[in-house]
C-alpha cells in the first residue's frame, strides 16, 4: 500500500487535466518513462493530499476516470491535480532493462574521471531525447576556476560505468566538458 517515508520526497508521475465528456472522465499527463504503472485500480496520492484509484484508464486516448467521481463538477476538483507516488511503489512496479537506473537512484552518485571527483549528480534533465546528469562541480575544481554546475550526457561514450550501489558514475570526456562549460 502507498505510505510515504517523511525522509523521502513523493515523485510526481502524472497530471490529471480538464474534464472530458459529462461522466467525469479526465485528461491525464503522464510524466513518466513507465505507463505500466497506470491501470485500472492503481491508486496514488495526490499534492492535494488525496488517495485516488483509477477507473477506465485508456493511455491512447490520454485519459482516466477516478474511482467515485461520475460528473465532471467532481471531477473539476482535480483539475491540475499531480499524481505522486513513492520510491518504493516505484521500483514495485516499474520494470528496467539491464543499464537503465531510475533518475532519483542517480541523484547523489559522485561522478569521477581518472579517478578525480568531478561532482555530484544534483538532477537528472531531459532535454529533447537525451537525459543529462546535471552535476554540481567538486569545490576544488570550482576553486580552480570551473563551473559551478554542468551537464553531461547519460550516454555512451560519456558515462563508462554506473554503480547505483556504491553511488558511483565513471566517466569519459566529462572533464572536457566541464572545461568548456
Not at 543529462?132 to 563508462?160: H, M, N, W
Request: charged letters at 30%.
Amino acid at each position: 500500500m502507498l505510505k510515504q517515508s517523511k525522509k523521502e520526497p513523493l515523485l510526481h508521475i502524472a497530471t490529471f487535466g480538464k474534464t472530458v465528456g459529462i461522466r467525469g472522465d479526465m485528461k491525464f499527463h503522464i510524466q513518466s518513462d513507465f505507463p505500466e504503472q497506470f491501470y485500472n485500480g492503481a491508486t496514488f496520492l495526490t499534492n492535494k493530499d488525496v488517495k485516488v484509484t483509477l477507473k477506465d484508464v485508456n493511455l491512447t486516448k490520454g485519459t482516466v476516470k477516478i474511482e467515485g467521481i461520475t460528473t465532471p463538477e467532481d471531477a473539476k476538483k482535480f483539475t491540475n491535480a499531480k499524481v505522486l507516488t513513492t520510491r518504493e511503489e516505484t521500483r514495485k512496479n516499474c520494470h528496467l532493462e539491464d543499464g537503465e537506473f531510475f533518475w532519483f537512484d542517480l541523484e547523489d552518485c559522485e561522478v569521477y574521471e581518472d579517478d578525480q571527483l568531478l561532482g555530484i549528480v544534483y538532477e537528472v534533465e531531459r532535454l529533447a531525447n537525451t537525459n543529462y546528469l546535471s552535476i554540481v562541480t567538486d569545490f576544488k575544481l570550482v576553486e580552480d576556476g570551473k563551473a559551478k554546475r554542468f551537464l553531461l550526457p547519460f550516454q555512451p561514450p560519456f558515462v563508462v560505468q554506473t554503480d547505483i550501489e556504491k553511488k558511483v558514475i565513471m566517466t569519459e570526456g566529462a572533464l572536457d566538458i566541464l572545461d568548456a562549460s
